[in-house]
């Protein structure tokens, strides 16, 4: 496991080098679903401050839904960047920002 993030009503989700995302019910400890195969290690997590969407920094950028896992958007990166290594949220709730493989730190907007 690489990366974990908290998520509303007592609910967790992780990814790590297996390549795949896991939903977690924190007070059971239980898995509640899995999703596997996301064509590279999980580098970094992020949610949205209202704890709809989640941003994947795994071989490119992906928003998934925070409560199901699936997949919304797959995020272009500018050509000849680095792989992204991690992901944090912006203070406004709009937009997150990305640090890739080749030192540099991208912003994006949230539709």
Known sequence: MTAVAFLPAQRAVS??????????????GSELKRVAKLDGEVNGLAVSRDGTRLIVAVAGL???DASTL??????????????????????DGRSFAAGTHDGFVYRFVLD
């Not at 990814?15 to 059971?28: A, F, Q, T, Y």
């Not at 699936?70 to 203070?91: D, F, N, Q, T």
Request: charged share 25%.
């Open 15 to 28: 990814g790590g080098e297996d390549e795949s995302l896991i939903l977690w019910d924190l007070e059971s």
């Open 70 to 91: 699936a997949e919304i958007e797959r995020v272009p990166l500018k050509s000849g960047s680095g792989a992204p290594w991690c992901v944090a949220m912006c203070p």
């Open 62 to 64: 992906r928003i998934f």
